[in-house]
């Protein structure tokens, strides 16, 4: 069943696992009534039990001051009744999205009269680990319940009070609309061990998906056994062509960089064609130390803040490779498009490119060159989103190739299943 020595192990993580397995073969079966009538049970729950909830979150949030987090992390992990009244909205707005699963992706009658249809149908245990964002405890759950998939939930440390009591409400609200409870568990214990011994529970945990810094999502991709989804490293880029319209890539810079620079969507290099960097450089600067962006570049735009009378650092290696997620940026002058894909090809986290351009041919080849799971042609890097896409809620944006890309939404949750109908065949 697994290649994993604990997978028949008596631990609290594996016991909870295997409840996770069972759960997932009951809900597997249910019509979308059945779930879409529990998520709607889960939505009611959390504005019902919202005092019960921010009562648990308050133990977090002191927890965290008294270790000295940064007010950006306390501001993360903080949830207000207003912030559960939001999440609650969300969880109604899955329930209006299309149900992905039975859905036919194709099929056809072969010519020995066989009917062929492949099918989809849920993953089955789904494994989410992420960091201090109680929001993806509810968010996570929602979107695997609605695909018909069971859940285990391994939130960070620092959110476990929060996460503890999310999971009671969410586990006595599905029970109470006839869905198994085990259908979203909260994984046990709160040190590395339990995730550890998530990721090995290959057999028992059909997938992986880590949500949080590249720190997380390169020890679940090293260290899991069980099958990983990659997802929300964005070392993004924009490069502005030599027959860009500079207002155009002005705005789109600015927008990609500054309108939330601590996502994985906002843009972390510009790349300017040496052929406009004299007319674009200057204004370039202008709206960026404007937004209080700080930029790190080469001897071109170093040089360009020195006219301007604005400090640019220089860039090096370091600054190519980071996603900064905040507000800074690495800059460079290109000769050609061909050296800004070079330099997009030897850099990028494969999240989202951008090119600025008139000219059609030169965008036709920057997005055949590009190897990452969006590129946009004059618009913003901040538009990689499953709800700015038209998908509804997201389970994380994907940057590796296999199974899924990009966006995941409800259909990226579900694997297929071929049904083959007969009238008594035999192969010949």
Known sequence: MSDSADSTGTSPVLVTARRARAAAAELAPLPRTARDAALLAVADALTERAAEIVEANARDIERARAAGTADAIVDRLTLTPRRIA???????????LPDPVGEVVRGSTLPNGLELRQVRVPLGVVGIIYEARPNVTVDAAALCLKSGNAVLLRGSSSAYASNTALVAVLRDAVAGAGLPADAVQLVPGEGRESAHELMRARGLVDVLIPRGGETLIQTVVRESTVPVIETGVGNCHVYVDELADLDMAVDILVNSKAQR??????AETVLVHAGIAERFLPRALAALTE????VHGDE???KAGLDAGTEVLPATDADWETEYLGYDIAAAVVPTLDA??????????????AIVTRDTAAARRFVSLMDSAAVMVNASTRFTDGGQFGF?????????KLHARGPMGLPELTSTTYVVTGDGHLRE
């Open 86 to 96: 939001a999440i609650a909205a969300d969880v109604r707005d899955v329930v209006a």
């Open 392 to 400: 509804g809620a997201e389970i994380g944006i994907s940057t590796q």
């Open 300 to 302: 071109a735009w170093q």
């Open 261 to 266: 620079p601590s996502v994985c969507n906002a």
């Open 340 to 353: 800004a894909v070079a330099h997009i090809r030897r850099w990028t986290s494969g999240h989202t490119e």
């Open 291 to 294: 937004a209080g962006v700080r």
